[in-house]
C-alpha cells in the first residue's frame, strides 16, 4: 500500500472516519419545545442520527411523546446504562432527561467538554446532540465564543418582542454574539424573511449581534415537511458546533 513514500490507504481511512459528533445549543423560553422535537425528527428523516438532551424540566420529552422514568444523573453515578436511561421514538430519535445530571456535573466544576464529548465516545454513533435548557443554564454548556444558539421567532409582534428579550438575555448576560433563527407560523418563505429581517436588524443595531436565517416552520400542514428538511439541513451548516471525543481516564 505504499508508494513513492506516500501512503495510499491514508485517503481511505480519512473518508471512513466517523465525523464527529456535533452540538445544537436550544435555549428554552418557557414556550412548549414542538418546534424542537419537529426538527430532530427532520434530522432522522435525513438519515441523521441524533440525541436529544432534554434539561428543560421534560418539555422536549413531553413534545416528543415520552415518559422518562430515568435521568442522565443515573447514568453519570454508574446506576443505569445508556440504553435504561434514554429512549428512542419511533423513528429513532434518542431522547434522555437531564436535569438532575446536568445540575450536578455543573456543579462539579468539570470542563463541559467531559460531559458533551462523552457521547460521541458512545456506540451507538450519534451525529448530533441536541441541547435543550434555560437560556440562564445555556452557557454552563454551549460556551458563548463558540457556540450559535437557535432561537424560535414566532411570526407575530408579540414573538418578535419575546425573541429579541431572549437574545438580549443572553448577549449582555453572557456574551453571545452569533445567533441562529427559526422562524415559526410565517404563510410563506417571503414572510418568514421578513420577520427575521426585523429582529435581525433590532438585535445588529441595539445589541451588536449577528442573527442569521435558519429557515422556518409553516403554520398549515401544507410544505411543512419540505420546509422542515431545508431547515434542518441548514441548521447543520450555520449552527452545528463539532465535539470531540472526551479523553478517556487513564
Known amino acids: 500500500m505504499l508508494e513513492h513514500g506516500h501512503d495510499q490507504a491514508a485517503g481511505l481511512r480519512r473518508l471512513v472516519q466517523a465525523a464527529p459528533l456535533a452540538l445544537l445549543a436550544f435555549p428554552l423560553d418557557g414556550s412548549p419545545g414542538t418546534w424542537i422535537a419537529q426538527l430532530a425528527h427532520a434530522l432522522r428523516a435525513l438519515g441523521r442520527k441524533p440525541v436529544v438532551l432534554d434539561a428543560g424540566r421534560g418539555a422536549l420529552a413531553a413534545a416528543f411523546g415520552l415518559n422518562l422514568r ?6 453519570l453515578r454508574g446506576e443505569r446504562d445508556f440504553d435504561t436511561v434514554a ?3 419511533a423513528d429513532g430519535v434518542v431522547v434522555l432527561r437531564g436535569d438532575r445530571g446536568v445540575d450536578a456535573f455543573v456543579a462539579s466544576g468539570a470542563p463541559a467538554q467531559q460531559l458533551l464529548g462523552g457521547f460521541a465516545r458512545l ?4 451525529d448530533e446532540l441536541l441541547l435543550a435548557m434555560p437560556a440562564s443554564e ?4 454551549a460556551a458563548p465564543g463558540r457556540s450559535v444558539p437557535v432561537v424560535g421567532l414566532e411570526a407575530s409582534t408579540a414573538g418578535r418582542v419575546d425573541s429579541y428579550a431572549l437574545v438580549k438575555h443572553m448577549a449582555g ?14 404563510p410563506d418563505a417571503q414572510a418568514a424573511q421578513a420577520e427575521h429581517a ?5 438585535a445588529r443595531r441595539f445589541l451588536d449581534v449577528e442573527i442569521t436565517l435558519a429557515g422556518w416552520l409553516p403554520g ?13 439541513q441548514t441548521l447543520l451548516t450555520t449552527a452545528a458546533t463539532p465535539l470531540e471525543p472526551a479523553a478517556r481516564a487513564a
Open 70 to 75: 430515568h435521568d442522565l444523573l443515573d447514568l
Open 87 to 89: 429512549r428512542p421514538t
Open 123 to 126: 456506540s451507538q454513533g450519534f
Open 138 to 141: 445555556l452557557a454552563c454548556l
Open 173 to 186: 448576560g453572557f456574551g453571545y454574539r452569533r445567533f441562529a433563527c427559526v422562524v415559526r407560523g410565517a
Open 198 to 202: 426585523r429582529l435581525a436588524a433590532a
Open 220 to 232: 398549515a400542514q401544507a410544505g411543512r415537511e419540505h420546509a422542515l428538511a431545508r431547515t434542518a
